[in-house]
């Protein structure tokens, strides 16, 4: 019976030589898939002023368009892994419950995309291939019923190195791609996800509301603004009597609508022209 660090060695030894190939995506996440059991493996590129491009998704064509369709659309930035890389540039593996914000399985953002891809665990890595470009490799759990336990995250852990060098030999190559047209979408979003609703809410209602979208719940909301759960609340049904929503569902949508109606954008409230 071979050990896992010989199985290890044979996905790497076949790996290298695809190098700057289309077939390299596809066997990374078989040496993943070698070293720890996950159902769904996901490779997203993340650009400076590009939308996000999927490089790999292993889940089947169908699946694929409906998962991945409102996420590159604007929830990508909300997306815990994306949030990190962005904000705290954070960098190696990660466990989506370390990320995530206290309530997140309550928010609108979980119950509208996450729940709806089946995930129940995910780990993922985040490699920063320059100041202005990074990879997420997302590895998810939707059938296997046990969270990945401390051994096998300490085991991807110490391949981090590996894979990120690996990363960096595919899409830094000269041989890589060729870049997509220029396409300014993720900093118009990230833009308009600042500014969402400020037009219509005051300051303290602006932030409840952002707190909303980037996944926190009442509770998590309070303890960072320093303010009581009740307060909250209250803050939260004057931005939907506004914003004219009634619950957190119709606020993630008009969120992600008005986002997918932008053209020409340059700053502002995106629901300026919208409502």
């Given amino acids: 019976m071979s050990s896992p660090f010989r199985e290890f060695s044979n996905h790497l030894a076949t790996i290298m ?23 769904n493996g996901v490779i997203l590129h993340y650009r400076h002023d590009e939308k996000p491009l999927l490089v790999y998704n292993d ?5 694929i368009k409906q998962q991945i369709d409102t996420f590159i659309n604007g929830a990508f930035l909300i997306d815990p892994f994306y949030r990190a890389a962005v904000d705290d540039h954070a960098s190696g ?17 979980y119950r509208s995309y996450f729940r709806y891809t089946e995930i129940k665990d995910e780990v993922g890595f985040i490699i920063h ?3 202005e470009q990074f990879i997420n490799i997302s590895m998810s759990r939707l059938t296997l019923p046990q969270p990945f336990n401390p051994a096998q995250i300490g085991l991807l852990k110490d391949i981090t190195e590996v894979v990120e060098t690996l990363c960096k030999l595919q899409w830094l190559a000269e041989h890589s791609p060729q870049p997509l047209p220029e396409n300014k979408l993720p900093s ?9 609703g400020t037009a219509y809410l005051t300051d303290r209602e602006t932030q409840v509301v952002q ?10 909301i309070a303890e960072r603004l320093g303010i ?3 307060t909250v609340k209250l803050h ?11 619950s957190q569902a119709e606020l993630f949508h008009l969120f992600i609508d008005s986002l997918a109606s932008l053209s020409d954008y340059s700053g502002g409230d995106p629901l300026v022209g919208y409502l």
């Fill in 228 to 230: 009581s759960p009740e």
């Fill in 17 to 39: 030589p695809e190098i700057g190939s289309e077939r390299l995506p596809l066997l990374l996440i078989r040496l993943l898939k070698s070293l720890v059991p996950f159902d």
């Fill in 59 to 63: 889940a089947p064509p169908l699946k």
């Fill in 188 to 196: 118009q979003l990230d833009s308009a996800l600042k500014h969402f």
């Fill in 93 to 109: 593996l990660h466990h989506l419950s370390d990320l995530a914000p206290n309530g997140f399985e309550e928010t609108e953002y």
């Fill in 211 to 220: 707190l909303f979208l980037h996944g926190h719940s009442t509770k998590s």
């Fill in 236 to 246: 939260r049904k004057n931005s939907y009597a506004k914003l004219d929503v009634s």
């Fill in 129 to 131: 291939l320059s100041a």
